[in-house]
């Protein structure tokens, strides 16, 4: 009668502590599958990018393609692994900020998603050994709570040397390393490699009369092939390139002036002012784009728009033109 005592004792307890569980997910963030806090949304995100994000078709097709992928399966054979390449301000942060809000309710806040940018959490080249171990440990220990889980590696050229290969168990095709499972979660890698090389062969195609939009896949693999992406840095010799671990290479093409005129449209509309044409040219003149000769590129992509419309925005002259 005791071991029947103890046995209820113990279904009860687990009872309490399963209903206490359920109770907690309704307030705070967990990974369980059925909870409303890990919920994928590949619709929510197409719609997304294909509102947000400008000049990028390449990008909102792999990066959407390789998602769906990848999170229909229960069961995926490897982590997913993605790499982004361009030049700065393309929107490679931007378009790993959209990944996660389609993935977690809390997007960016989410305690799943992790950032690593190189130049902060790896500054020093001669402590690659110990920031690997550490880095190993992280992942280890955030995919045992969460399968699901997504790590977001910015400036991974500038990584110290070997590091990245410390995580290559995690993204091979092992079913579980010491009972955890890392099949399920997604690792991307972000880089200005092959930001060069991918504007030149689009200078190229725009003097053969190619549009962007007619850009494909197919025309930047051979860039992919040449090692473009691959230059010196953190995936350089990588363990990773070797054994083909990175899933997809995402190219982001140079953004043009009327897209630097989209994004500075949106922020005019985040400030909550009206339109306003002659502003938008404005901000768009304050901008640089090379080459000299046909001036096609934005230097700084989207990236300080912000600021510039923050600016010309706090001028007097300005301010009138929204009243
Ligand atoms: N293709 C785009 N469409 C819309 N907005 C964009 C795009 N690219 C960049 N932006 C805007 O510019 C900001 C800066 O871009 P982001 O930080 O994503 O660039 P990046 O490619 O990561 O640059 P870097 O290589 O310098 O890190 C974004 O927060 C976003 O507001």
Known sequence: SVSIGMTALGVTSAALYAGFDKLRC??????????????????????ALDAHLYGQHLVRDVVSRALKGHLIHDDPSKALVMSFHGWTGGGKNYVARFIADSIYKLGQRSQYMHL???????????????????????????????ERSLFIFDEIDKMPLGMIDGIKPFIDYHESIDGVDFRKSIFIFLSNTGGPEITRSMLEMWRMGKKREEITLADMEQLIQLGAFNEKGGLHNSALIQHSLVDHYVPFLPLERKHVEFCIRDEIRRRGYAENKDFVKKVADEMT??????????TTGCKRVAQKVAYLLASETYDTLFD
């Open 289 to 298: 784009y090379f080459p000299p000769e046909n001036k096609l590129f934005s």
């Open 116 to 146: 690593f940018v190189s130049t902060i959490h790896f500054p020093h080249e001669q402590l690659a050994d110990i920031y690997k171990l550490h880095l190993q440990d992280w992942i280890r220990s955030n995919v045992s709570k969460c």
């Open 26 to 47: 309704s307030f705070y963030e967990c990974c369980s599958p059925n909870s409303k806090w890990v919920k994928p949304n590949i619709t929510a995100l197409n719609l």
